[in-house]
């Protein structure tokens, strides 16, 4: 949803212009001084700027000025100066477009959508489309560093997001802990290294929406603290070993290869 922000001293012209945007499902921010509207021009995001240009504070003209120094968001200038030499100025210092009060608010949205349309046009021709990967519900943004799981969006650690990533680009491949430190923190691992270990678990955490059993090989423990059955698939690491040292595993089970390694194989996400 496109963010504005609407910098208008008259409240009751604010609010009108807010009123119909919102109609439009537009997200509208309200600004009443040329300085504070400045600010947070400059301090946040937003898709397109609406302009007054006779503003208590900072005129608009200088806001303009200010704004497209370091931004490229359009912006809208909405004033009752009809001369034509403050609608050059204005567009000389880097306002897209000129509104003159009073102005129909129909117009005024059509004008916003045509602007955003072109500045979208504009912004994809020249970037190259995001790196994407997309796995059964899980979708990875390589570009932004961003996951979703199933439509939501999930947040994670560097780490975590490249851990993730890797394990995604080498699907139904087996890799040891010191494998994936090595390849992930591009680093030797030396001795007892629990930092791959404590990665997998908040992944699963994050990823598993309703984790599957592992019906493939019906690897069943029984646990006498719960009194009930689980699966191996549902350990951690610590717990997988002292059970293959008892030789309680049985062979098989998709989601551990042995007692130091990890593949993501019959995951729902993979």
């Given at each position: 949803m496109s963010r504005i922000l609407i910098i208008e001293d008259e409240e009751s012209i604010a609010e009108l212009e807010r009123?119909?945007?919102?109609?439009?499902?537009?997200?509208?921010?309200?600004?009443?001084?040329?300085?504070?509207?400045?600010?947070?021009?400059?301090?946040?995001d937003f898709d397109l700027i609406l302009l007054d240009l006779m503003l208590p504070g900072e005129d608009g003209f200088t806001v303009c000025s200010h704004v497209r120094a370091k931004k490229n968001v359009p912006i809208l200038m909405v004033t009752a100066k009809k001369?034509?030499?403050?609608?050059?100025?204005?567009?000389?210092?880097g306002a897209d477009d000129y509104i003159t009060k009073p102005f129909s608010p129909s117009e005024l949205v059509a004008r916003v959508k045509?602007?955003?349309?072109?500045?979208?046009?504009?912004?994809?021709?020249?970037?190259?489309?995001?790196?994407?990967?997309?796995?059964?519900?899980?979708?990875?943004?390589?570009?932004?560093?961003?996951?979703?799981?199933?439509?939501?969006?999930?947040?994670?650690?560097?780490?975590?997001?490249?851990?993730l990533t890797f394990l995604a680009e080498h699907p139904n491949h087996v890799y040891s802990k010191d494998e994936l430190f090595s390849k992930v923190w591009n680093m030797?691992?030396?001795?007892?290294?629990?930092t791959v270990t404590v990665h997998i678990k908040k992944i699963r955490e994050k990823i598993e929406t309703d984790p599957p059993e592992?019906?493939?090989?019906?690897?069943?423990?029984?646990?006498?603290?719960?009194?009930?059955y689980f699966c191996a698939a549902d350990m951690d690491e610590d717990d997988y070993?002292?059970?293959?040292?008892?030789?309680?595993?049985?062979s098989g089970c998709p989601y551990w290869q042995s007692d130091d390694e990890y593949a993501v194989v019959r995951h729902q996400a993979f």
């Open positions: 009123d119909y945007l919102e109609l439009s499902d537009f997200t509208v921010v309200i600004e009443n001084n040329g300085l504070t509207g400045e600010k947070r021009a400059l301090e946040e001369e034509d030499i403050d609608k050059i100025r204005g567009l000389g210092l045509a602007h955003l349309a072109r500045y979208e046009r504009l912004v994809g021709a020249g970037q190259a489309a995001n790196d994407i990967i997309e796995i059964r519900g899980l979708k990875i943004d390589k570009t932004a560093r961003r996951v979703w799981v199933n439509g939501e969006e999930k947040m994670f650690t560097t780490k975590e997001f490249d851990l030797a691992a030396y001795g007892e290294n629990a592992c019906d493939t090989c019906n690897n069943y423990e029984w646990d006498e603290d719960t009194q009930e070993g002292r059970l293959m040292q008892e030789g309680k595993h049985h």
